[in-house]
Protein backbone atom coordinates (compact mmCIF):
# COMPACT_ATOMS: atom_id res chain seq x y z
CA UNK A 1 0.00 0.00 0.00
CA UNK A 2 0.90 3.71 -0.14
CA UNK A 3 2.53 4.11 2.72
CA UNK A 4 4.96 1.05 2.98
CA UNK A 5 7.20 1.25 0.04
CA UNK A 6 8.46 -2.38 0.73
CA UNK A 7 11.74 -2.84 1.35
CA UNK A 8 13.27 -6.15 -0.44
CA UNK A 9 15.95 -6.55 1.66
CA UNK A 10 15.03 -9.98 3.61
CA UNK A 11 15.05 -8.85 7.37
CA UNK A 12 16.14 -11.23 10.11
CA UNK A 13 13.41 -13.17 11.84
CA UNK A 14 13.18 -13.08 16.10
CA UNK A 15 14.35 -15.40 17.51
CA UNK A 16 12.24 -17.47 20.58
CA UNK A 17 14.43 -15.90 22.92
CA UNK A 18 13.07 -12.06 22.24
CA UNK A 19 9.16 -13.28 21.16
CA UNK A 20 9.55 -14.53 24.92
CA UNK A 21 10.47 -11.57 26.36
CA UNK A 22 8.29 -9.70 24.44
CA UNK A 23 5.75 -11.38 25.68
CA UNK A 24 6.67 -11.07 29.73
CA UNK A 25 6.91 -7.19 28.77
CA UNK A 26 2.99 -7.76 27.53
CA UNK A 27 2.07 -9.33 30.39
CA UNK A 28 2.59 -6.52 33.04
CA UNK A 29 -0.87 -5.23 34.24
CA UNK A 30 -2.76 -2.33 32.73
CA UNK A 31 -3.45 0.34 34.66
CA UNK A 32 -7.43 -0.73 36.06
CA UNK A 33 -8.89 2.26 34.19
CA UNK A 34 -8.47 1.16 30.69
CA UNK A 35 -10.93 -1.45 31.11
CA UNK A 36 -13.45 0.83 30.40
CA UNK A 37 -11.58 1.40 26.75
CA UNK A 38 -11.13 -1.77 26.04
CA UNK A 39 -14.92 -2.62 27.14
CA UNK A 40 -15.53 0.54 24.43
CA UNK A 41 -13.49 -0.90 21.60
CA UNK A 42 -14.94 -4.58 22.35
CA UNK A 43 -18.43 -3.28 21.85
CA UNK A 44 -17.25 -1.11 18.55
CA UNK A 45 -15.51 -3.56 16.47
CA UNK A 46 -16.87 -7.04 17.79
CA UNK A 47 -15.61 -10.09 16.59
CA UNK A 48 -13.49 -8.44 14.29
CA UNK A 49 -11.18 -7.22 17.02
CA UNK A 50 -8.00 -9.16 17.54
CA UNK A 51 -6.31 -7.04 20.17
CA UNK A 52 -5.36 -4.00 21.41
CA UNK A 53 -2.20 -2.60 22.87
CA UNK A 54 -1.02 0.78 24.40
CA UNK A 55 1.88 2.69 24.52
CA UNK A 56 3.72 6.30 25.10
CA UNK A 57 4.11 8.76 27.36
CA UNK A 58 0.75 7.28 29.51
CA UNK A 59 2.05 3.86 29.69
CA UNK A 60 5.65 5.25 30.79
CA UNK A 61 3.88 7.31 33.30
CA UNK A 62 1.16 4.54 34.46
CA UNK A 63 -1.58 7.46 35.18
CA UNK A 64 -3.69 7.46 32.04
CA UNK A 65 -6.07 10.30 33.28
CA UNK A 66 -2.72 12.44 32.63
CA UNK A 67 -2.49 12.98 28.88
CA UNK A 68 -3.66 10.95 25.91
CA UNK A 69 -3.57 7.22 26.03
CA UNK A 70 -2.33 6.03 23.01
CA UNK A 71 -3.94 2.61 21.57
CA UNK A 72 -3.09 0.69 18.49
CA UNK A 73 -6.44 -1.40 17.77
CA UNK A 74 -6.23 -4.62 15.42
CA UNK A 75 -8.62 -5.94 13.26
CA UNK A 76 -9.32 -8.83 10.87
CA UNK A 77 -10.50 -6.39 7.98
CA UNK A 78 -11.12 -2.85 7.37
CA UNK A 79 -14.07 -3.74 5.33
CA UNK A 80 -15.66 -5.47 8.32
CA UNK A 81 -14.69 -2.59 11.00
CA UNK A 82 -16.84 -0.01 9.55
CA UNK A 83 -20.39 0.69 8.36
CA UNK A 84 -19.29 2.16 4.88
CA UNK A 85 -16.81 1.39 2.36
CA UNK A 86 -15.34 5.02 2.12
CA UNK A 87 -13.46 4.74 5.76
CA UNK A 88 -12.74 1.11 5.30
CA UNK A 89 -10.56 2.26 1.61
CA UNK A 90 -9.05 5.15 3.74
CA UNK A 91 -7.96 2.70 6.21
CA UNK A 92 -6.69 0.38 3.48
CA UNK A 93 -4.91 3.26 1.30
CA UNK A 94 -2.86 4.89 4.11
CA UNK A 95 -3.12 2.81 7.45
CA UNK A 96 -3.91 3.59 9.93
CA UNK A 97 -7.22 5.07 10.76
CA UNK A 98 -6.88 7.67 13.51
CA UNK A 99 -9.65 8.27 15.89
CA UNK A 100 -10.58 9.74 19.72
CA UNK A 101 -12.67 8.79 22.44
CA UNK A 102 -13.20 9.66 25.69
CA UNK A 103 -14.35 8.03 29.01
CA UNK A 104 -15.67 9.41 32.04
CA UNK A 105 -15.11 7.72 35.26
CA UNK A 106 -15.33 8.55 38.97
CA UNK A 107 -11.59 9.49 38.85
CA UNK A 108 -11.82 11.84 35.98
CA UNK A 109 -12.11 11.92 32.15
CA UNK A 110 -9.92 9.32 30.08
CA UNK A 111 -9.33 10.61 26.71
CA UNK A 112 -7.49 8.73 24.18
CA UNK A 113 -6.40 8.39 20.30
CA UNK A 114 -6.77 4.85 19.08
CA UNK A 115 -5.28 4.00 15.51
CA UNK A 116 -6.84 1.25 13.53
CA UNK A 117 -4.43 -1.60 11.62
CA UNK A 118 -5.51 -4.96 10.77
CA UNK A 119 -3.12 -7.84 11.58
CA UNK A 120 -1.52 -7.95 8.04
CA UNK A 121 -0.93 -4.41 7.41
CA UNK A 122 0.65 -4.81 11.33
CA UNK A 123 2.71 -7.77 10.38
CA UNK A 124 3.83 -5.78 7.24
CA UNK A 125 4.60 -2.50 9.06
CA UNK A 126 6.87 -4.70 11.46
CA UNK A 127 9.11 -6.04 8.74
CA UNK A 128 8.24 -4.78 5.18
CA UNK A 129 7.83 -0.76 5.64
CA UNK A 130 10.45 1.07 4.33
CA UNK A 131 9.43 3.84 6.73
CA UNK A 132 9.15 3.79 10.40
CA UNK A 133 6.16 4.53 11.62
CA UNK A 134 5.15 1.09 12.66
CA UNK A 135 8.32 -0.83 13.62
CA UNK A 136 10.21 2.49 15.64
CA UNK A 137 6.56 2.55 17.45
CA UNK A 138 6.41 -0.81 18.86
CA UNK A 139 10.25 -1.56 19.37
CA UNK A 140 9.55 0.21 22.59
CA UNK A 141 8.17 -1.55 25.62
CA UNK A 142 3.91 -1.98 24.97
CA UNK A 143 1.35 -3.18 27.06
CA UNK A 144 -0.87 -5.73 25.33
CA UNK A 145 -4.55 -4.96 26.79
CA UNK A 146 -6.36 -7.46 24.88
CA UNK A 147 -6.04 -10.28 22.76
CA UNK A 148 -9.50 -12.35 21.52
CA UNK A 149 -7.42 -15.55 22.42
CA UNK A 150 -3.93 -17.24 22.58
CA UNK A 151 -3.30 -17.13 18.94
CA UNK A 152 -3.88 -13.71 18.17
CA UNK A 153 -1.62 -12.87 21.52
CA UNK A 154 1.00 -15.30 19.96
CA UNK A 155 0.93 -13.26 16.79
CA UNK A 156 1.31 -9.96 18.24
CA UNK A 157 4.15 -10.35 20.28
CA UNK A 158 5.67 -12.43 17.24
CA UNK A 159 4.88 -8.75 15.50
CA UNK A 160 6.37 -7.08 18.48
CA UNK A 161 9.64 -8.98 18.49
CA UNK A 162 10.14 -8.67 14.80
CA UNK A 163 10.02 -4.72 15.37
CA UNK A 164 12.89 -5.27 17.54
CA UNK A 165 14.84 -7.03 14.77
CA UNK A 166 13.89 -4.48 12.36
CA UNK A 167 14.26 -1.63 14.51
CA UNK A 168 18.32 -2.58 15.36
CA UNK A 169 18.66 -4.29 11.12
CA UNK A 170 17.67 -0.81 10.20
CA UNK A 171 19.86 1.66 12.82
CA UNK A 172 23.01 -0.75 13.53
CA UNK A 173 24.87 0.40 9.94
CA UNK A 174 24.45 4.25 11.54
CA UNK A 175 26.20 3.34 14.70
CA UNK A 176 30.12 3.20 15.64
CA UNK A 177 32.16 -0.27 14.87
CA UNK A 178 31.81 -0.16 19.25
CA UNK A 179 29.07 0.94 20.85
CA UNK A 180 26.38 0.64 24.12
CA UNK A 181 22.69 -0.87 24.03
CA UNK A 182 21.93 2.86 25.03
CA UNK A 183 23.05 4.03 21.59
CA UNK A 184 21.46 1.66 19.29
CA UNK A 185 18.11 2.72 21.07
CA UNK A 186 19.02 6.96 21.56
CA UNK A 187 20.17 7.25 18.07
CA UNK A 188 17.46 5.18 16.88
CA UNK A 189 14.96 6.66 18.01
CA UNK A 190 16.53 10.43 17.42
CA UNK A 191 16.48 9.25 13.52
CA UNK A 192 12.94 8.20 13.38
CA UNK A 193 11.87 11.41 15.17
CA UNK A 194 13.52 13.28 12.15
CA UNK A 195 11.44 10.95 9.67
CA UNK A 196 7.74 12.47 11.37
CA UNK A 197 5.92 15.48 12.30
CA UNK A 198 6.99 15.21 16.28
CA UNK A 199 7.70 17.86 18.60
CA UNK A 200 10.06 15.48 20.63
CA UNK A 201 12.91 17.15 21.54
CA UNK A 202 16.88 15.84 20.96
CA UNK A 203 17.38 14.31 24.44
CA UNK A 204 13.39 12.47 24.36
CA UNK A 205 15.18 9.18 23.10
CA UNK A 206 17.72 9.12 25.65
CA UNK A 207 14.87 10.23 28.25
CA UNK A 208 12.95 6.84 27.09
CA UNK A 209 15.53 5.13 27.31
CA UNK A 210 16.45 6.10 30.76
CA UNK A 211 12.78 4.95 31.86
CA UNK A 212 13.75 1.52 30.22
CA UNK A 213 16.91 1.04 30.57
CA UNK A 214 16.60 -3.01 31.53
CA UNK A 215 14.36 -3.71 29.00
CA UNK A 216 15.97 -2.28 25.97
CA UNK A 217 19.44 -3.30 27.11
CA UNK A 218 17.57 -7.38 27.64
CA UNK A 219 16.28 -6.71 23.88
CA UNK A 220 19.42 -5.26 22.35
CA UNK A 221 21.25 -8.17 23.63
CA UNK A 222 19.23 -10.98 22.18
CA UNK A 223 18.02 -8.77 19.15
CA UNK A 224 21.65 -7.61 17.61
CA UNK A 225 23.25 -11.28 18.50
CA UNK A 226 21.12 -12.01 15.62
CA UNK A 227 23.04 -9.68 12.95
CA UNK A 228 25.41 -11.11 11.09
CA UNK A 229 28.65 -9.64 12.13
CA UNK A 230 27.82 -7.87 15.25
CA UNK A 231 29.67 -9.42 18.77
CA UNK A 232 28.95 -8.80 22.23
CA UNK A 233 31.42 -7.96 24.80
CA UNK A 234 31.32 -7.35 28.80
CA UNK A 235 34.04 -4.98 29.48
CA UNK A 236 33.97 -3.21 33.01
CA UNK A 237 30.58 -4.73 33.62
CA UNK A 238 29.35 -2.95 31.07
CA UNK A 239 27.71 -4.71 27.83
CA UNK A 240 29.13 -3.47 24.59
CA UNK A 241 28.63 -4.26 20.62
CA UNK A 242 30.87 -4.04 17.80
CA UNK A 243 30.53 -4.72 14.48
CA UNK A 244 32.49 -4.29 11.09
CA UNK A 245 31.89 -0.55 9.74
CA UNK A 246 29.53 -0.82 6.24
CA UNK A 247 31.55 -0.59 2.73
CA UNK A 248 31.59 2.90 1.20
CA UNK A 249 28.59 1.53 -1.13
CA UNK A 250 26.12 -0.16 1.68
CA UNK A 251 27.17 3.60 3.96
CA UNK A 252 26.27 5.61 1.33
CA UNK A 253 23.11 3.28 0.76
CA UNK A 254 22.25 3.65 4.02
CA UNK A 255 22.47 7.04 4.77
CA UNK A 256 20.57 7.85 1.89
CA UNK A 257 17.77 5.50 3.06
CA UNK A 258 17.59 7.60 6.57
CA UNK A 259 17.15 10.77 4.11
CA UNK A 260 14.72 9.23 1.90
CA UNK A 261 12.75 8.15 5.36
CA UNK A 262 12.81 11.43 6.56
CA UNK A 263 11.23 13.29 2.88
CA UNK A 264 8.93 10.35 2.97
CA UNK A 265 7.46 10.53 6.46
CA UNK A 266 7.18 13.89 6.38
CA UNK A 267 4.78 13.75 3.52
CA UNK A 268 2.81 10.58 4.97
CA UNK A 269 2.61 12.21 8.70
CA UNK A 270 1.40 15.21 6.57
CA UNK A 271 -1.25 12.95 4.52
CA UNK A 272 -2.53 10.89 7.83
CA UNK A 273 -2.91 14.83 9.81
CA UNK A 274 -5.14 15.86 6.76
CA UNK A 275 -6.88 12.17 6.69
CA UNK A 276 -7.55 12.80 10.44
CA UNK A 277 -9.17 15.88 9.71
CA UNK A 278 -11.59 13.82 7.89
CA UNK A 279 -11.83 10.62 10.36
CA UNK A 280 -11.39 12.71 13.27
CA UNK A 281 -14.56 14.51 15.32
CA UNK A 282 -13.09 17.98 16.00
CA UNK A 283 -10.31 16.95 13.04
CA UNK A 284 -9.61 20.11 12.40
CA UNK A 285 -8.74 21.43 16.18
CA UNK A 286 -6.87 18.06 15.98
CA UNK A 287 -4.80 19.00 12.60
CA UNK A 288 -4.11 22.47 14.35
CA UNK A 289 -2.62 21.31 17.85
CA UNK A 290 -0.36 18.51 16.19
CA UNK A 291 1.11 21.23 13.80
CA UNK A 292 1.49 23.49 16.69
CA UNK A 293 2.89 20.49 18.70
CA UNK A 294 5.30 20.14 16.12
CA UNK A 295 6.11 23.57 14.99
CA UNK A 296 6.39 25.67 18.46
CA UNK A 297 4.12 27.89 16.53
CA UNK A 298 0.62 29.53 17.78
CA UNK A 299 -1.70 28.76 14.70
CA UNK A 300 -4.72 31.17 13.94
CA UNK A 301 -7.49 29.47 12.09
CA UNK A 302 -9.31 31.97 10.15
CA UNK A 303 -13.30 31.83 10.40
CA UNK A 304 -13.73 30.93 7.07
CA UNK A 305 -11.86 27.94 7.20
CA UNK A 306 -13.92 26.66 10.29
CA UNK A 307 -17.40 27.25 8.57
CA UNK A 308 -16.02 25.70 5.12
CA UNK A 309 -12.90 23.42 5.77
CA UNK A 310 -12.96 21.59 2.53
CA UNK A 311 -12.26 24.17 0.45
CA UNK A 312 -10.19 26.82 2.39
CA UNK A 313 -8.15 24.21 4.52
CA UNK A 314 -5.71 24.10 1.37
CA UNK A 315 -4.79 27.48 1.45
CA UNK A 316 -4.15 27.15 5.24
CA UNK A 317 -1.66 24.36 4.24
CA UNK A 318 0.04 26.43 1.84
CA UNK A 319 0.48 29.44 3.94
CA UNK A 320 1.29 26.77 6.66
CA UNK A 321 4.03 25.23 4.10
CA UNK A 322 5.52 28.80 3.33
CA UNK A 323 5.62 29.61 7.26
CA UNK A 324 8.18 26.54 7.89
CA UNK A 325 5.84 24.88 9.79
CA UNK A 326 6.41 21.43 8.22
CA UNK A 327 10.03 21.67 8.31
Known amino acids: MFPAFHWSTEMTAPPRRLIEAVARQCAATPH ?65 NVFYMEQKLPEGVLRAKYAVFSRNDLEKGCVRWFHSYVWARLAQPTGLLYARDEAAADGIHACLAQAVMTFSARVLPRLPSTFPAAELWERGLGLTYRAELRAEKGRRGKEIYQHYKHCFDNLAAIALAELPGVRLDRTAG ?90
Not at 303 to 310: E, S
Open 32 to 96: PALEALRSRLSERYGGNLQAVLYYGSCLRGGNPFDGLVDLYVIVDDYRAAYPGRWMALLNALLPP
Open 238 to 327: ETVFTHPPPDRMADIGNRLAWRLRIIQGKCLSLARLLKAFFTFEGGLDYLIWKLERHSGTSIEVPPRVRRYPLIFIWGLMWRLYRQGVFR
